[in-house]
């Protein structure tokens, strides 16, 4: 698109639960007969994911972060695979090959970085991918080229000779320096399996490229080079459309064919999928690449249409998997998705109600189980979380655990205890690019923490122990998903939840405008305070000021930090941190806007109580 498993381990010999499993190496290629895709004798099919940020994040859009683009590490890549797996998910779709732009901010990593140029950094990192794949049981689907410029393709394979993206099709230099990626990546051997790509079986299939416009002859000559240099694995028609192509189906040199599938069409996802199905019956398999950006009621029409026909299967759009940095990636869709639909996350939680992730994404797994003929397994004990390290009680994060829908948060004076249950069914997705939990009444003192993982099937053991973490001041923490935390607010406040992308993807956020105010009271005196702003429009100040009975204010001065490298493909807003330390005069802090404004958090220090 535009980006803008549990099996039961009876059944399959895998050793499953959090990231303790792996599972033995494939036992041969899928191939391809009489319309279907095989695995040795069987039929393969599968309900499942795209994972765009598996080669690649776009995704990492902390506060303070100006590029958003980083390399997937080992716990993600697992992350994401063991999620497509407890979903019942034996398939996966990559995003493309990447390739330097023009525009790049500097360090973005891309894997192409000119003609038969390539970053060796960013391709370990898909050896990574590969590697894991193979450990967590899942086949990769991998398109080659972009038709799109969001992580670089046909146009700046173009861009590098001077031409342009149209050109791309059928120009004689462009086609062979593409073919030179090709041959760069089929022949690669993968630094930590030592298999060459094109000897590794959990790799299903090459795929063209992602919604290409290619002509038929373009088609039949790539197809063929991929044929020619790899006759272990299949080759899929990138072609971007919700109806086969005629064509597709006479290239010898295809083996699969595909559609993508979003809102606009004259006919229902369910009887394109129907008709493309009957189309390629008992010629080449076909797979529904993407689909999305529809009720819940629609995709179950969707998922049971692939099942009922002769299609292989299906991919939904689309999955972000966990954060190293504690929490979610987070992906809004502001085009096509409406600016209503996210990038999905497992399990389902309550953030995405607007778009129904909770009911979608246990009928996807019900399906993703189904279409393979299997019963529903249920949900094992999650494995313990990692907690990250703990410079402040009110930010505390941790790398969450494969089917966990929530928390519980532990603090003791002694590394062995006594625990006490200072927090339970926290939600990791609360918050976005942020610690998922404030201490907020810590007492003062030095105190030590762990998380345990919580799920239907019961609480996992605890994770490691960080500490001694030293309190001497408590922190209120305001995610401004409501006005609870606040004492008073004057003007038009509202919480805003759309533009979530524009805002590096904070879901929920107080939006006004000039003279609106908001006014927090605190136990003790006011010591420090961060506000986290965002301007969509023309950048103004936020006055703040303290009192100590909460009538009289004395206007205090702020610090300004600015997290600005422009707009980039989302149009994001300018962020700016207000902070000010060592204030005096009073428990109460009051925040007021000179212009149009949306706050995200703010944090209020005061003196922490004794024990």
């Not at 994040?57 to 303070?64: K, M, R, S, T």
């Not at 004990?381 to 930010?395: D, G, Q, R, T």
Request: charged share 20%.
């Amino acid at each position: 698109m535009k980006i803008h498993l549990l099996v039961l381990a009876a059944l399959t010999g895998m050793v499953m639960p959090g990231f303790a499993g792996s599972v033995p190496a494939f036992q041969q290629f899928i191939t391809a007969r009489d319309g279907q895709l095989m695995d040795g004798s069987q039929p393969f099919r599968f309900i499942s994911l795209n994972i765009p940020n598996l080669q690649l994040i776009e995704d990492n859009v902390p506060f303070a972060e100006t590029n958003p683009w980083r390399l997937p590490d080992q716990f993600e890549l697992t992350d994401a695979l063991a999620t497509i797996r407890e979903l019942g998910g034996t398939v996966t779709r990559t995003y493309v090959i990447s390739v330097i732009r023009p525009d790049d901010l500097p360090g973005t990593p891309r894997h192409v970085l000119g003609p038969n140029e390539f970053n060796e950094e960013a391709f370990r990192e898909l050896d990574l991918a590969i590697k894991t794949a193979n450990e967590q049981g899942v086949r990769l689907i991998i398109p080659l080229v972009d038709n799109w410029t969001w992580q670089g393709g046909r146009a700046e394979y173009a861009g590098f000779r001077g031409k342009t993206k149209d050109d791309f099709w059928t120009d004689p230099q462009l086609i062979a320096d593409f073919k030179q990626t090709i041959h760069y990546i089929l022949n690669r051997t993968n630094t930590y399996s030592g298999v060459r790509y094109s000897d590794d079986k959990a790799i299903l299939c090459w795929e063209t490229g992602n919604e290409i416009s290619s002509p038929p002859s373009w088609t039949r000559e790539i197809a063929g080079y991929i044929k020619s240099l790899d006759t272990n694995h299949l080759v899929m028609d990138g072609y971007g459309a919700s109806e086969l192509r005629p064509e597709s189906l006479a290239i010898p040199a295809v083996d699969i064919v595909t559609t993508h599938h979003y809102p606009g069409a004259k006919k229902s996802f369910a009887e394109l999928i129907r008709a493309s199905a009957e189309l390629a019956k008992g010629k080449k398999p076909y797979v529904v690449g993407e689909f999305g950006f529809v009720s819940t009621s629609q995709m179950a029409e969707t998922m049971q249409a692939i099942a009922d026909s002769s299609a292989a299967g299906g991919l939904l759009w689309s999955l972000r998997f966990r954060d190293r940095d504690g929490g979610f990636y987070w992906h809004s869709e502001p085009g096509l998705g409406g600016n209503l639909y996210k990038a999905f996350h497992w399990p389902a939680s309550t953030i995405g109600n607007d778009y129904d992730e909770i009911n979608l994404m246990a009928l996807v797994r019900s399906n993703a189980f189904a279409i393979r003929g299997l019963p529903v397994p249920p949900i094992s004990i999650a494995a313990p979380p990692k907690l990250l390290p703990i410079a402040n009680a009110a930010a505390i994060s941790w790398q969450g655990s494969v089917g966990a829908n929530s928390y519980q948060v532990e603090r003791a004076a002694k590394r062995d205890g006594v625990w006490q249950i200072i927090a339970t069914n926290v939600d990791e997705a609360f918050t976005q690019y942020r610690p998922q939990f404030a201490d907020e009444n810590v007492p003062a003192g030095e105190w030590f923490y762990r998380v345990c993982a919580n799920n239907a099937a019961g609480i996992s053991q605890p994770s490691n122990i960080v500490g001694p973490v030293k309190v001497k001041s408590a922190t209120l923490v305001d995610e401004l998903a409501d006005f609870s935390k606040t004492h008073e607010r004057s003007g038009g406040w509202k919480i805003a939840d759309r533009d979530c992308r524009a805002a590096k993807e904070d879901a929920h956020r107080a939006a006004g405008a000039a003279g609106d105010s908001l006014v927090y009271e605190l136990p003790n005196a006011i010591q420090a305070f961060r506000v986290f702003a965002f301007f969509p429009k023309t950048e103004s100040s936020v006055k703040f000021s303290v009192s100590g009975d909460g009538k009289i204010f004395h206007e205090l001065a702020a610090q300004k930090e600015t997290y600005f490298l422009g707009g980039g493909d989302y149009g994001y807003w300018k962020p700016v941190l207000f902070h000010a330390e060592n204030i005096s005069g009073g428990k109460f802090l009051k925040l007021e806007l000179t212009g149009e404004t949306q706050l995200g958090r703010v944090e209020i220090s005061n003196p922490a109580s004794s024990k």
